[in-house]
């Protein structure tokens, strides 16, 4: 089995390689290209993935190129993760927002549309080569926006599933809280990438009992510290929404954090200057404690399980992706891309029938699917009035003079990257 990384000079990487080695009867790989144009990350990333596969006797073959068609040729699954203008853009995406009084972020708000915009056009032109060297390989996306990046690959004829590792992230903490595995424990998980709520945990399966309302009692105030909201709020909903919601449920209070510290980019900057020094260590062969702070944690695992399950191999039956919506919240189109529990096999991704969803996340499930369509059109198609329609569509934006602004700092720290601009 032949799996090709595109994004493989991340810092990430290792994260990735570290769950290919020890789930590898799982997901047995017997080549992993990884396929980066930064020539000197790429080396850096591929010795210590060498290293990581030969102490955990993983007999598979580690392949680096910068050489994009050769590394997807043949491929039975292409992972996607990569950042376009990368962290330098993530940079301008968290700083120009606060200057219209919006936030400052890179996958949602006007900082979010920036990198959709930026990243489609790549993302397809990637894809279309993937499908002129195997058509018949998954592609599986893990570049944010994912949603919205994942819907233009399936729109496009893409043989495409979207994930995200905040589901699993969930799943973990809260088996760890009941003192089970994780494979026993079902999220009734559903929304939009990065706008998403945990309506249940169910213990067994869909139907399993659900603990929720015990973990809420029980564990509210280190659940409420987690995603920095407040515990009364989370009893009134009766649910646990996504860290990624705090931008909704408390926007001005995170602007004006966000105006008194360094960004998010800059402390990943610096981590990634020390993980790629440390990568450069020949007597390293373990992925560092520091990768944890980097983000993406449990990543690996959720890819090993999706890639498998897809490849026909060992996966979980059930897994929250993003696909698309078909009749499964019948307030959006069947062509949005939700972010729910699915059937995943060979076949694809279906998502699972779900209980009706309240109208206080119905509103912004639906509010938010209507800026990813006019995001989707300015991604694919340019001009500044699509620009500035997407951004007046954002609940976190939403006013014309906000819209204006945003729209000029969005075109002018974007341009290199805009081929209509």
């Given at each position: ?9 991340s810092?990430y990487t ?13 997901l ?19 010795g ?19 050489d ?31 200057e ?11 900082g ?50 979207g ?16 003192d ?6 079902h ?68 602007v ?15 981590m ?43 996966g ?23 972010e729910?529990q ?7 991704a ?11 996340y ?21 001009g ?25 700092r ?7 990257h805009l081929?209509?601009?």
């Open positions: 089995m032949k799996l090709a990384v595109v994004g493989g000079g810092t290792p994260e990735l390689i570290d769950g290919f080695a020890r789930l590898r009867d799982t047995p790989v017997t080549e992993l290209v990884l396929v980066d144009p930064a020539t000197e990350r790429l080396e850096l990333v591929g210590l993935a060498r290293r990581i596969f030969a102490k955990q006797g993983h007999d598979g073959r580690i392949v680096t190129t910068t994009l068609d050769a590394g997807v040729a043949d491929a039975d699954a292409v992972l996607l993760q990569l950042r376009v203008g990368g962290q330098a853009a993530r940079q301008q995406d968290e700083s120009w927002p606060l219209c009084g919006c936030v400052g972020q890179e996958t949602t708000g006007a979010g549309l920036a990198k959709a915009l930026r990243t489609v056009p790549v993302v397809l032109d990637i894809a279309e080569r993937v499908r002129r060297t195997n058509p018949n390989a998954w592609i599986i996306d893990f570049t944010n926006p994912v949603g919205i990046v994942t819907r233009a690959l399936l729109r496009a004829g893409h043989k495409a599933v994930l995200c590792n905040v589901a699993i992230g969930f799943q973990r903490k809260f088996a760890k809280l009941l089970v595995a994780p494979s026993e424990v999220l009734d998980h559903i929304g939009l990438n990065h706008l998403t709520w945990e309506r249940a945990v169910r213990i067994g399966g869909p139907g399993g009992e659900d603990r929720l309302p015990g973990l809420l009692a029980e564990h509210g105030d280190a659940i409420a510290a987690d995603l920095r909201l407040p515990r009364p709020l989370l009893d009134r909903l009766g649910v646990v929404p996504s860290y990624y919601l705090r931008y909704f449920y408390a926007h001005d209070e995170v004006r954090e966000l105006g008194t510290k360094p960004s998010r980019a800059v402390e990943v900057a610096a990634e200057r020390e993980l790629l020094e440390m990568y450069g260590d020949p007597a390293l062969d373990e992925k560092p404690a520091l990768l944890a702070r980097r983000g993406g944690a449990f990543y690996s695992e959720a890819a090993v399980d999706l890639a498998a399950s897809l490849l026909g191999g060992g979980s039956a059930h897994q929250v992706v993003n696909a698309y919506n078909n009749g499964t919240l019948p307030f959006l189109p069947d062509d949005a891309v939700i729910t699915a059937a995943v096999g060979a076949h694809g279906v998502p699972l029938p779900v209980a009706p969803v309240d109208p206080l119905a509103g912004l499930i639906a509010h938010v699917t209507a800026y990813e369509d006019l995001a989707l059109e300015a991604a694919l198609h340019g500044r009035e699509r620009v500035f329609k997407a951004l007046l569509a954002h609940p976190l934006v939403g006013q014309y003079d906000s819209a204006e602004g945003l729209t000029d969005l075109i002018a720290h974007n341009r290199e081929a209509w601009a």
